[in-house]
């Protein structure tokens, strides 16, 4: 998968300035640097949330997951939670046991720590696949 150069500007400074690169299948990334460098900014325009400087899509097509930094808990069991982003109860249990909060199920979501709505939240996002996953702080 290709992603295109970008680049984004606020207030007439450039914050990010992204060359281009092309991805591979099946591999992980990783964006690193210090607080304030673009990370999440990089993983919103990727993601599709924000636009780049540039109008139209920096990756060439496939389906993009985003998770943002801050993730939402609804006033609901954490499994419906999960269920929002598919149907499929096998598989929200096979994530559950996979990520270890199976024991959570049955919690309000909205009552759950940050580290446990964190990955009720990846949960809730893998009951689909994409092409590419976008974690901004995972």
Not at 88 to 103: C, F, P, S, V
Not at 113 to 119: C, K
């Amino acid at each position: 998968m290709k992603v295109s150069a970008f680049s984004k500007t606020y207030e007439d400074v450039v914050v990010l300035d992204f060359p281009g690169m092309e991805l591979q299948s099946g591999k992980i990334y990783a964006v690193i640097g210090a607080n304030g460098s673009g990370k999440s900014t990089f993983a919103k325009i990727l993601a599709g949330v924000l636009p780049a400087d540039k109008k139209g899509k920096c990756l060439d097509g496939g389906t993009i997951g985003y998770m943002p930094q801050k993730n939402y808990a609804f006033r609901m069991r954490t499994k419906s939670n999960i269920l929002l982003n598919g149907a499929d109860e096998a598989r929200a249990e096979t994530l559950m046991d996979a990520i270890q909060i199976r024991h959570l199920e049955n919690k309000r979501a909205d009552r759950l720590s940050g580290g446990e709505t964190a990955r009720m939240a990846l949960a809730r996002l893998m009951m689909k696949s994409y092409d590419l996953v976008v974690l901004d702080e995972p």
